[in-house]
C-alpha cells in the first residue's frame, strides 16, 4: 500500500510541476540574456489566464478542431503515466510499455495535426507538414535507443529498465549508454519543439512549427494544448533523466535527485536555447538522422 | 465444413441467378448481394465453428482430372482466413448495391464475377489439392480481371487490367512450377501427402514466395496493384485491397506449414521484404494525389508489416525460441484481419466520396467533413487505425509484432529484430504523414474546387457496412487481449509447439490488456477534459470567425496548404527513390498572370525494372511477327505441321 501512496504522490508531483519546467527553461535564457526575465512560475499564471478566458472558433472548423486538445492532452496524460521516475516506478508499468507511450505521443501529434488542418490556414498546413516530416524521423531514433536500452537494462519495461541501470551498467556499457544520451536528447528537443528543431518564442510563423499548428485556439483549448505540451517535455525528459542518475535505493533521496536532474536538464535546455540558433529546416533532417546513427551505434554497441 | 461448402454453393447459385438479368441493373444488383451475403454468413458460421470446436474437418471426393481430387480441408488456419474474406465480401456487396445504383449499363456481368470471386476466394482457402489450388486461383485471377474492367471504355482501365492480368498469371507460373516440383516429389497433388524432398525446401520456399508475393504485392512484385485498384468500382477495390491479396499471405503461410521447419534464412529474406514493402509502400502512397491509388500503395506497405510478422515469426521457429514464434505469427495474422477491416473502411470511404464529389483527385477536394460527416467520422476511425494509433485495431496487432521483435533482439537474429522495430517507426512516423494528408486535406479546410460543394452522405446501403467496419476497428482494438488469446489454436501449426504458445500468449495478453486499459483511461480522461471545457465556456462569450491567418483578411479556399505542399518535405527527402517529376510553371514579370506546378510520380520499379524487361521481351518477340501475318489458312496449316510432327516424334 504505501508504494501505491509514493507512485501516486509521485505521479501528482509530476502533473503539478510539469509546468515548471518550461519556466526554470525561460528564466535560464533570461539570466543568460542579461534580462530579469518573467517570474519562474509564469506558464502556471498563463495557464489560469486562458482557463478564465472565452473561445473563438473558426468557421472553417468543425468538431475536429474541438477535439485537438481534448484528445492530445488525454493522449499526453496516458505516456505520462508510464513515465518512471529514474529508479522508481511509473504509475503503469508492463512488458512493451514504452511502444504504448511513443504510439501515444503519436496519436497526441495525429490530433494536434488534423485539428490544425480543420483551420484550412496555409500557415497551420505548413506547420503540420513540417510537424509530420520531422517526427517521422524522429521516432526511430526514439525506438532504437530505448530498445538498446532495453537491452542494457535486461527488461522491456521502463520501469524495471530504469530501476536496473546502475552505476555497474555505466561502468560496463559507458559508450553505448552516452550516446543513447545523445541520442535522446536530440529527440527530446526535436519532439518538443525547441531550439535549433523549432523556436518557441518567435514570432514569425513561417520560421515554427508547432507554435504555428496552434496559431487558431484559444481559451481553454489553449491552456490544454499549452499544458499537454508541458506534460509531454516532462515524459520525454524523463527518459534522458533517468539515465544519469545515481541510484541509492533510499526512495526518498532517489525521488529528490531525480526531481533535481529534471530542473537541471530544464537549465541545459535553456543554455542550448541560448547559445544556438535555429537550424535551417534543410538542416533539422540531417540532425535527426545523426542522432539515429548514434542510437544505431549504441545498440551495436549493447548488443556486442 | 459443410457450412463452408454451402456458401460456396450459394456463392456459385447466386452468380448464375444474377447472369440472365441482363435488362434489370437493379433486380441483378438484389439477387447478387443476396447471394454473397447468405453465402458470407453460412461460411462465417461455419468457420467460427471450426474456430471454436478446434477440430479440423475434411472432405475428400474423386476429381477426373490427372492429379486432382475435391480435398477440402477447414482447420484453424483457413477458418481464421475466411472470416475477414467472408465478412468484407458480404459488406461490400451490400455496399455495391448502393453504389452501383442507377447505372445504365447491365451489371448482370458484375454480379456473377462478384460472386465467382467470393467463391473461388473461400476454395482457395481451402483446397488441399494442388490441382483444385491452382483451378481456384486461376478462378479467382479471372473473375477480379473482370471486376476491374467493369468501366473497360476509359483507356486507363483497359490498361490496368491488362497490367493485373499479366502480373497475376506470371506468380501463378511459378506457383505451377512449385506444385508440380512438389506433386512429383511426394507421387500425390494432395497437401497432406506432401514432403519436401531433401535439399529443395529452400527453392520450394522461393517459388512460393515470389507466387504469392505477386498477389499479396510484396516490393517489387507490387507494380500491378497500385494500377488494378484503383480502376475498380469501390467496393470491388475494398475486396481486392482488404482480401483478395491475403490469398497471398495465406498461400505463403500455408506452404510454410506443408514445408515443416523452416531455415533461418527463410525468416531474414521474408523480414528483408517485408521491410522493403513497408517502408517503399508508404513512400509511394505519400507522393500520390489520387486517393485510390495512395490507398493502393498503402496496402504494399500494410502486406508489408504482415511479412515482417511472418519473417520474425520463422526465425522463432528456426532458432526454436517460441515466443519469437507466437508473436510473430499472431501479430502477422491479426494484421491480416486488421488491414481487411479499416482498408475496405478507406476503400468504401473513398468510393463515397467519389460519388458524391466526382472526383478521387485530392488536390480538387476539401471540406467534405461539413458535408458528409458521417463519412469523414468512419474515415477518420480508419486513417487513425491504419496509422497503428492506439486504443484502435491496427496498434494491437503492431504491438504483436513489436513485442516479437523485442524478444528477438537478445537472441542471434538481433539485427532482423532491430531492422524491423526500426521500420516499424519509421512507417508510424510516414503512415501518420500520409493519413494526416490524405484526411485532413480531403475533408477538413474549405472546398478547393465546387466538386465537393454539393457533396452529402451515401444512401443507407452504403452507409451501413461503412459504420460497421468503424465499429470493429474499435471492438476488434477493445478485445484485443480476448482474440490474441484464443489464437492458439491458429498458430499451433505454424510454430510447432502448442506449450511454448500458450506461454507467450499468456505473457502478452497482459500488456496487451494494459493497452486496452491505458485506452479506457485516455477515452475517459478525453470525455472529462471535454466536459470540463463545457462548463468553463458555459457562462462564457463564444464567438465564430474566419480563420486567423496571421491577419490576413481575405483568405480564399486556394491558398489552403494542399497535398502536394504537404508532402513536399518528405517526397523532397526520397527523391533518390521516388524520382517524382515536377512541371512549374514560374510566375514571370511584374505582374504575373498565372503560374502552376504539377507533380507526378511513377512507381520507380515499373518503370526501372519491369518496364525496361517487358520491352526486351517485346522487342525479341517482334522479330517473330512474321509468323502471324493474318491469315486464317496459314494458322490452320501451323497446326497441321504441329501435329504431324507430334505424331511423328510420338511414332519414331
Known sequence: MPTILATLIRFMLTLALAPLLLGVINRTKAVMAGRKGQPIL????????????????????????????????????????????????APVSFAGDFI????????????????????????EGMGASREVYFSALAEPTLLISLIALARLGGSISLSTIYAGLTPNVWAAAGPALLLIVAALLVVVLAENARIPVDDPTTHLELTMIHEVMVLDHGGPDFA????????????????LAGLILPHTGRTLIDAGAF???????????????????????????????????LAVLAILLALR | ????????????????????????????????????????????????????????????????????????????????????????????????????????????????????????????????????????????????????????????????????????????????????????????????????????????????????????????????????HPAAPSHVSAVMSGVMIKTGIYGIVRMLVVLGAPAPWWGGVLVAMGIASGILGVMFALAQHDLKRLLAYHSVENIGIITMGLGLGVLGRATNSPAIAALGFAGALLHTINHAVFKGLLFLGAGSVQHAAHTLDIERLGGLMKRMPLTGLTFLIAAAAICGLPPLNGFA?????????????????AGAAVGAIAALALIGGLAAACFTKAFGIVFLGEPRTESGAGAHDPSLSMRVPMVTLAALCVVIGATAPLIVSAMAPVLEPLCGTRAGVDAALIQTTISMAWVVIGGFILVAVAIALALYRRRLLRSREVGETGTWDCGYARPTAR?????????????DFFQSVLRTRKHINRPKGLFPAGASLKTHTDDTFTEGIWRPIFCGFGRMFARLHWLQAGSVHLYILYIAITLIVLLIWKLA
Not at chain 1, 494544448?225 to 520525454?236: C, N, S
Not at chain 2, 465453428?49 to 481430387?69: D, Y
Not at chain 2, 517459388?207 to 512484385?221: C, D, E, R, Y
Not at chain 2, 496548404?561 to 517526397?571: D, G, L, N, R, V
Request: glycine fraction near 12%.
Open chain 1, 224 to 239: 490544454m494544448i499549452g499544458y499537454g505540451a508541458a506534460l509531454k517535455l516532462w515524459t520525454l525528459l524523463a527518459l
Open chain 2, 397 to 413: 496487432s503492431e504491438f504483436l509484432v513489436y513485442m516479437s521483435s523485442l524478444s528477438a533482439v537478445s537472441g542471434s537474429h
Open chain 1, 100 to 123: 504504448l507511450m511513443a504510439y501515444m505521443l503519436g496519436l497526441a501529434r495525429f490530433l494536434t495535426v488534423i485539428a490544425a488542418l480543420d483551420t484550412g490556414s496555409a500557415f
Open chain 1, 42 to 89: 509564469q506558464p502556471y499564471y498563463d495557464l489560469a489566464k486562458l482557463l478564465g478566458k472565452g473561445a473563438v472558433y473558426s468557421r472553417t472548423t468543425t468538431w475536429v478542431f474541438r477535439l485537438g486538445p481534448v484528445g492530445t492532452l488525454a493522449a499526453v496524460f496516458v505516456a505520462s503515466l508510464i513515465a518512471p521516475w529514474g529508479g522508481l516506478g
Open chain 2, 1 to 228: 465444413m459443410s457450412l463452408i461448402i454451402a456458401a460456396i454453393l450459394v456463392f456459385a447459385a447466386a452468380g448464375l441467378a444474377a447472369l440472365p438479368l441482363r435488362r434489370s441493373p437493379k433486380n441483378a444488383s438484389l439477387v447478387g448481394a443476396c447471394g454473397a451475403v447468405i453465402g458470407a454468413v453460412l461460411g462465417i458460421g461455419g468457420a467460427c465453428g471450426i474456430l471454436f470446436s478446434g477440430a479440423a474437418e475434411q472432405i475428400r471426393l474423386n476429381w477426373a482430372v490427372p492429379g486432382g481430387s475435391f480435398y477440402c480441408e477447414a482447420d484453424a488456419i483457413s477458418a481464421f482466413f475466411l472470416l475477414p474474406v467472408l465478412g468484407l465480401v458480404a459488406l461490400a456487396a451490400v455496399y455495391g448495391v448502393g453504389y452501383l445504383h442507377g447505372r445504365e449499363r447491365s451489371l448482370a456481368g458484375h454480379w456473377f464475377f462478384y460472386n465467382v470471386l467470393a467463391a473461388s476466394m473461400a476454395l482457395v482457402i481451402i483446397a488441399r489439392n494442388g490441382v483444385l489450388f491452382i483451378s481456384a486461383w486461376e478462378v479467382m485471377s479471372v473473375a477480379s480481371f473482370f471486376l476491374v474492367t467493369i468501366d473497360d471504355e476509359h483507356e486507363r482501365v483497359r490498361r490496368a487490367g491488362w497490367t493485373y492480368l499479366v502480373a497475376t498469371h506470371l506468380g501463378t507460373a511459378f506457383l505451377f512450377v512449385m506444385f508440380v516440383m512438389l506433386g512429383n516429389a511426394s507421387g500425390s497433388m494432395d497437401f497432406d501427402k506432401f514432403s519436401a524432398p531433401a535439399g529443395t525446401a529452400g527453392i520450394l520456399f522461393v517459388l512460393a514466395l515470389i507466387g504469392f508475393g505477386t498477389k499479396a504485392g510484396l516490393v517489387p512484385l507490387h507494380v500491378w496493384l497500385p494500377e488494378a
Open chain 1, 259 to 293: 526531481l533535481g536532474v529534471m530542473f537541471a536538464l530544464a537549465i541545459v535546455i535553456g543554455l542550448i536555447e541560448s547559445t544556438m540558433a535555429r537550424l535551417r529546416l534543410v538542416r533539422v533532417p540531417q540532425m535527426l538522422l545523426g542522432a539515429g546513427a
Open chain 2, 559 to 571: 491558398m489552403q496548404y494542399s497535398a502536394s505542399s504537404f508532402a513536399q518535405p518528405i517526397t
